[in-house]
């Protein structure tokens, strides 16, 4: 039996010409002209008709049940007196209000979606008698025009942003009507429509109920938005269908929608069209109801395929196939069409034209009614989205337009995104609703304002679904999956709503700490922009070294690759954002969550859980979520040291949290801290600055700041630890003075610290040793010993190494009073007026006898045991140059000479001699050494006459000579003049001088004038965008009550600040245009109030959750396969877990075990010969459905997930590759696969096709096959192991003469991951590089001639 097929197709005709932007079309200088425009049809505040404010009243006529719409919508408002009503019917239903999506993702699981619809179009008058209308309704919206008695009524609703103004008049959604006069009275009673034309197309309506079938080729290219692309492309046909002027008005309902996930056996799209469509048409029958009568039963079967269809001939600008009246055969009432983009929609409508025919089949109407009003696709697919599915996902939309043109006529598009000087065009229009300008909408291919669009129902923006969640973006150190949705579903429009809630979700992923530091990550990216210029002016380019610019910038504009130029103090916008999971730093001082990331450009807050703006932090235990029950806090004091020594008084054990260390006397000691033996905090005998160690952006961080008084004198040191400490870290105090200074010079350091409980069983317990007297007052020595407290013990010392030993002390103790003992008096002043000098005490002998205490003779205590009577002594440090000569003249006047001499010996003390300054001006270093001198000649001596004093260690101090010259001062730039492009900064430069160690301002004209650094440097925080600029607000509205304020928006270039085409700003967010305003209470106001209609919200119905296994089994330990079982694979095909991720095998079998990976994300792939399929078996799987664990298998003819259920599964590629990916969560889980090979039990390649594995290969054109035959395309597909990436050089490529002047020869590469594809021809070599570890090549059928050839290199590349 022949069958006779109807083909159709589309041209997509390139266009490489450029031309120039038009003049902007001058806005309205009226007050907000676009806004009084949008509600009364005129820009001018003067012309605005006289208008009343009032509130329809719309109830459905049928009862509803639950969510049910509205079948029969009654609508009425009031207005000067008339009362005007209106009825809805759904007469233009396209889908049925029970209608459901199905997409089949398996044999046993299928996903169903629900659609439902509150609005209706095409109103019919019901007062007054006599009126015509075209009027629509949408949630409670009343739009359009009511034409009655030689006049017109304008309905407007208020809009959303608007209706607050109004809220003191009681409406909730008020409308606005006014009137204007009419010539077009009798032909708008007549119908508008000749008479011929209506009465055809009332006697002609036909129903067309329709199933759809999306191939999994479609589904796979579309993922989640399948479903909304094929429904937009239903609208666009359904309303092609409705035109009168075809002879018979079609109504189209959708019956059902099927989305196949996986290919159906019986189907099998070919390059034979005539089979292909007989395979739908007999599968068809399986899942279309054959019973008309059947509610589910359809007319039509539509397949969508993406599949190259073309004639026998192997013209392939075949785009559908259908049976010549069809539709009335119970054979052939099938179509297939291919989705090549939007005008798939005139496809659709093209071949159910050539279905249907002429037939009398349609009348019946579908038992299932319902609505969704005709959906503007563009409102769901802007212009940018159908240039990306037109020329691929690199397209967008022309930033010019020619004038000449209605920029709504033709879809033109940018395909090469680094050439914006040329646009190619697809000759259909853009879709009905894309956004072409300012409260400006495209309509069947013409550019029209909202006047002329009426009536048009507002419309809410809605969300989108969500998107796949992204790949991670870093390797370590903390990257971020995340995904995204969009307010385009569809977007608001004509005075609608903006979406509410969050448009990304972003958790963060491969935690592992990198080798590198998070701002180590930062510097790098700055690093990689060394080579590209900076164009201060225009004409030329400057080349910096750059670094980060971490302490100059946070926040978002720190996110934004922010960077700074070493050596030159100011920093730039490099490029437009860091990798997401770049750290930042906050630019407030809250703390808004655990980690800062860079998401997108912006420097978000993520909890201590992963996700962003959770606010989850971590409890001082380091537990996210957790109440402190999991440690214990440990905390001491410490007040001692060594003069002119850093003392360790803790070092932190392992794990050791939420660590905080004060001083409060950093007068004369400060802290320090070293890091696995490295000062990272002090360690060079002089106080700190403040310093976050590694960085301010790493997660584990140590934070020291000092606080100064306003002398600027240090009064509070701290020191924070966040942990958990993973290396050995000390606590030092350095103390400058020695305790002859009393208790000033100690440290007054308190400390504290969180250790797990479950190390809290030895612990260190102070033990007191002997006292240091017999009698009397003495000291004894407190060391600390390790204690069990299971056992209540003292146990060895090594049980309780993983804490710090607290340092043994002194403290004083009182034993029995002694019988006879020295008794000093209070030591007498000191000789000397600073430094060492002598003291007299005296010295009495004392008895203690029942509590009292009486003065004996001397002779009955022990002369050996007599203090000296003159003592050494010390008054503060000498200042340095003091005049040794003149305090040798003091010390002689003093009185305490003579007691040296009555004693009749020498007391010799250590004097301190200082050494020579560093510098020859200003302050400087001196050396200070101690000598050992005869306190009354001040002579020099042997150090042993000194003993038993200790001698003081030698010390630097700070010298002041002559001041030193003036000099120039710079203090840090402050900001960048511009917000965009190059600017300038004002650094302020000073004259200065240090005297008595300040620094003093001095007149200018004291510095060398030569030698002045330059007072602005230049400055480009990031490259100018186009912004938008506002007018000013007008007048309220009204003159009482509640009004509006309206302004005017337009676009400018910042640069020139002159007015672009609104086009260029269209990207960027928009602030409003109307505002509420209030002209006080209007005197005796009425307001009435009327019974809203009810208002229908669809609802998504509750789905249980899938409940996962209470336990786990270890499967990995207890598979065991017996010798009959086990595979015979080759040694080298047995790969275990632990070097498996990133290998790709070309064994023809073999076992893979992915269980237990370090990777979360594990990726392998399988390869043989063209000629072979392979299958994989899995043996064994211990992934957590419930955590979100997934396996994924994929290749060029199947893509297939799952978790549950996947032992002794077996998967078949098709084809001779596969790629298998493991996401797992916990450590331990995986699969363990087999793979085998065997020939293909069909045909998926021609014979001139290449199959090509390894690092490196060649890639030549293919030949003339024997006997003359051509094949009609060749391809060569090139496999890398997962881990890499691919690079094809071209090396010659000449695809005949005459390739630069047509497009009938070429090669096209194809990024398979990205399935993002590049044309190229001539004799042009090219670089080409993947994303993924797998590319195709597809050469042209001509390209195989004689006179073509083409020959290039690939080679495996590391990933970005």
Not at 605 to 625: I, L, N, P, T, W
Request: glycine share 8%; proline share 6%; charged share 20%.
């Amino acid at each position: 039996m022949l069958v006779s097929l109807v083909i159709w197709a589309l041209v997509m005709l390139p266009l490489g010409s450029c031309w120039p932007s038009p003049s902007r079309e001058k806005f309205l200088s009226a007050l907000d002209a676009e806004d009084v425009f949008s509600y009364f049809g005129t820009s001018s505040v003067s012309d605005v008709p006289e208008f009343v404010l009032a509130e329809p009243t719309c109830p459905c006529r049928e009862e509803q049940i639950g969510l049910m719409s509205c079948r029969i919508q009654h609508c009425s408002v009031e207005a000067w007196g008339e009362l005007y009503a209106f009825e809805f019917l759904e007469d233009h239903a396209l889908l049925s209000s029970s209608f459901v999506s199905n997409q089949v993702v398996n044999s046993s699981f299928s996903l169903l979606k629900r659609f439902s619809g509150n609005c209706f179009a095409g109103g019919n008058p019901l007062r007054p008698p006599g009126a015509v209308c075209r009027v629509t309704y949408c949630e409670g919206q009343l739009q359009g025009v009511v034409i009655a008695d030689e006049e017109k009524i304008h309905i407007r609703p208020v809009r959303s942003k608007d209706v607050a103004l109004l809220k003191d008049l009681g409406f909730s959604r008020p409308h606005i009507l006014f009137r204007s006069a009419t010539r077009e009275a009798n032909t708008a009673r007549a119908g508008r429509f000749p008479s011929r034309l209506q009465k055809r197309a009332e006697g002609a309506v036909k129903h067309l109920e329709l199933m759809v079938i999306a191939g999994p080729d479609v589904y796979l290219y579309h993922k989640e938005d399948t479903e909304r692309y094929i429904l937009a492309n239903l609208n666009i046909g359904a309303e092609l269908l409705r035109d009168a002027s075809l002879g018979a008005h079609f109504r189209v309902h959708l019956m059902q929608m099927l989305v196949l996930r996986e290919p159906e056996a019986e189907v099998n799209i070919t390059t034979n069209i005539t089979s292909s469509l007989i395979s739908v048409c007999e599968w068809s029958k399986k899942v279309n109801p054959q019973n008309d009568s059947d509610p589910q039963h359809a007319d039509i079967v539509l397949y969508v395929t993406r599949f190259d269809l073309e004639l026998p001939d192997g013209n392939k600008e075949l785009r559908g196939v259908t049976q010549l009246g069809g539709v009335c055969s119970s054979f052939w009432s099938c179509v297939i069409t291919q989705d090549t983009g939007f005008d798939l929609g005139i496809t659709i409508a093209h071949e159910i034209g050539h279905s249907t025919g002429q037939t009398n089949c349609l009348n019946d109407l579908p038992d299932m009614d319902g609505s969704i009003p005709g959906w503007k696709p563009g409102l769901y697919y802007g212009a940018d989205e159908q240039c990306k599915i037109a020329f691929g996902s690199v397209a967008t939309a022309c930033t010019f337009a020619d004038s000449n043109v209605d920029i709504c006529e033709v879809l033109s598009c940018h395909v090469q995104p680094a050439d914006k000087s040329s646009c190619t065009r697809l000759l259909v229009p853009l879709l009905d609703g894309t956004e072409c300008g300012i409260n400006k909408w495209c309509s069947k291919g013409q550019c029209s304002s909202l006047e002329e669009l009426n009536p048009m129902a507002v419309v809410h923006g809605q969300w989108s679904g969500w998107s796949p969640f992204s790949p991670c973006s870093r390797s370590c150190g903390g990257g971020v999956v995340l995904r995204q949705r969009f307010c385009n579903n569809p977007r608001p429009a004509f005075g609608g709503q903006e979406c509410r809630g969050a448009s990304v979700q972003a958790e963060m992923c491969n935690t592992q700490d990198c080798l590198m530091t998070q701002q180590d990550f930062m510097a790098e990216q700055c690093a990689a922009t060394n080579l590209k210029p900076l164009y201060l002016t225009v004409e030329a380019p400057s080349f910096y070294t750059w670094t980060s610019a971490v302490g100059f910038a946070k926040g978002d504009m720190l996110c934004k690759h922010m960077c700074r130029a070493i050596e030159n103090q100011f920093m730039v916008s490099r490029e437009d954002s860091f990798v997401d999971g770049t750290r930042c730093e906050q630019d407030d001082s809250e703390r808004h969550g655990a980690f800062n990331l860079c998401v997108m450009g912006s420097c978000r807050a993520f909890g201590c859980d992963g996700q962003m703006h959770s606010k989850k932090v971590m409890d001082s235990c380091k537990v996210c979520g957790g109440d402190n029950t999991t440690c214990t806090e440990v905390s001491g004091s410490y007040t001692e040291g060594k003069a002119k020594e850093y003392v360790t008084f803790l070092s932190l054990p392992y794990n050791t949290t939420l660590v905080r260390i004060t001083n409060r006397r950093p007068l004369f000691t400060h802290l320090a801290v070293k890091v696995k033996g490295e000062y990272v905090v002090a360690g060079k005998g002089k106080i700190s600055l403040n310093v976050t160690y590694p960085s301010v952006l790493e997660d584990n961080q140590i934070k020291y700041k000092v606080f100064l008084t306003k002398d600027n004198l240090p009064s509070l040191e701290e020191v924070h630890v966040d942990g958990p400490t993973q290396e050995e870290i000390e606590i030092q105090v350095y103390r400058r003075y020695g305790k002859e200074y009393g208790n000033v010079t100690n440290p007054d350091i308190t400390f504290s610290y969180f250790v797990p409980r479950e190390n809290l069983t030895y612990v260190w317990v102070p033990q007191q040793g002997p006292c240091s007297v017999t009698c009397g007052e003495g000291t004894q020595p407190v060391d600390h010993v390790c204690f069990d407290q299971t056992k209540n013990e003292i146990i060895e010392d090594q049980w309780c190494l993983e804490h710090p030993q607290p340092l043994s002390e002194q403290k004083p103790c009182a034993m029995e009073p002694c019988l006879y003992r020295w008794k000093m008096s209070q030591i007498g002043e000191c000789s000397a007026l600073c430094g060492t000098g002598v003291a007299q005490q005296n010295l009495t002998c004392v008895q203690f006898r029942d509590g009292s205490e009486s003065v004996v003779d001397d002779s009955l205590c022990p002369a050996e045991e007599k203090p000296l009577s003159i003592v050494p002594c010390v008054v503060n440090v000498c200042p340095l140059g003091w005049d040794t000569e003149e305090d040798a003249q003091l010390l002689q006047t003093s009185e305490s000479l003579g007691h040296i001499q009555l004693e009749n010996r020498t007391v010799y003390v250590w004097s301190p001699l200082a050494g020579e300054c560093s510098v020859s001006c200003g302050r400087g270093k001196t050396q200070v050494q101690y000598v050992c001198v005869a306190f009354d000649t001040k002579e020099e001596t042997q150090e042993e006459n000194c003993h038993p004093v200790p001698k003081p260690e030698s010390r630097t101090e700070v010298c002041d000579l002559r001041p030193c010259p003036p000099r120039w001062k710079v203090t840090p730039a402050g900001p960048c003049s511009s917000s965009c492009g190059p600017g300038l900064a004002v650094q302020l430069v000073t004259c200065v001088q240090i005297h008595h160690g300040k620094e003093v301002l001095l007149e200018e004209r004291l510095c060398p004038v030569a030698e002045k650094p330059l007072t602005r440097v230049p400055c480009v925080i990031r490259m100018c965008s186009y912004e938008w600029s506002f007018s000013e607000w007008s007048e309220c509205s009204t003159s009482c009550g509640n009004g509006i304020q309206t302004r005017q928006d337009f676009c400018l270039n910042p640069l020139t600040r002159k007015q672009v085409n609104a086009i260029f700003c269209r990207h960027f967010p928009k602030a409003i245009v109307v505002r509420g305003c209030s002209a006080g209470p209007c005197p005796e106001q009425v307001v009435g109030t009327g019974s809203r209609g009810a208002e229908l919200q669809a609802g998504t119905p509750a789905v249980p959750p899938m409940t996962a296994a209470a336990t786990k089994e270890a499967i990995s330990k207890d598979l065991d396969l017996p010798p009959s079982a086990a595979p015979a694979v080759p040694r080298e095909g047995t790969e275990t877990s632990g070097d498996v991720c990133g290998k790709l095998f070309l064994n023809a079998t073999g076992v893979i075990n992915m269980m237990g990976v370090e990777s979360s994300d594990c990726t392998v792939a399988i390869g043989r010969p063209l000629r072979e399929e392979v299958t994989v078996s899995i043996l064994a799987s211990s992934l957590n459905c419930s955590a979100g664990e997934v396996v994924l298998f994929s290749g060029r003819m199947m893509w297939r997930t799952g978790c549950r259920n996947l032992p002794l599964s077996l998967i078949n590629s098709r084809t001779n590759t596969l790629i298998v990916k493991q996401r797992v969560l916990l450590p331990g889980n995986g699969v363990i696969l087999q793979y085998n090979s065997r020939t293909a039990t069909k045909k998926y390649y021609q014979d001139c096709d290449k199959q090509l594995f390894g690092p490196q290969g060649e890639i030549v054109n293919p030949v003339q096959l024997p006997g003359g035959r051509r094949a009609v395309v060749c391809r060569t597909f090139i496999t890398v192991a997962p881990r890499h990436r691919i690079a094809i050089r071209a090396l010659y490529i000449d695809l005949d003469k005459e390739s630069n002047k047509t497009h009938f020869n070429y090669i096209l590469v194809r990024d398979v991951s990205t399935m993002k594809t590049m044309v190229f021809h001539g004799k042009h070599q090219f670089f080409w590089e993947s994303t993924g570890s797998q590319a195709e090549i597809e050469f042209h059928e001509n390209v195989n001639d004689r006179w073509t050839s083409f020959w290039a290199e690939y080679h495996a590349i590391e990933p970005k």
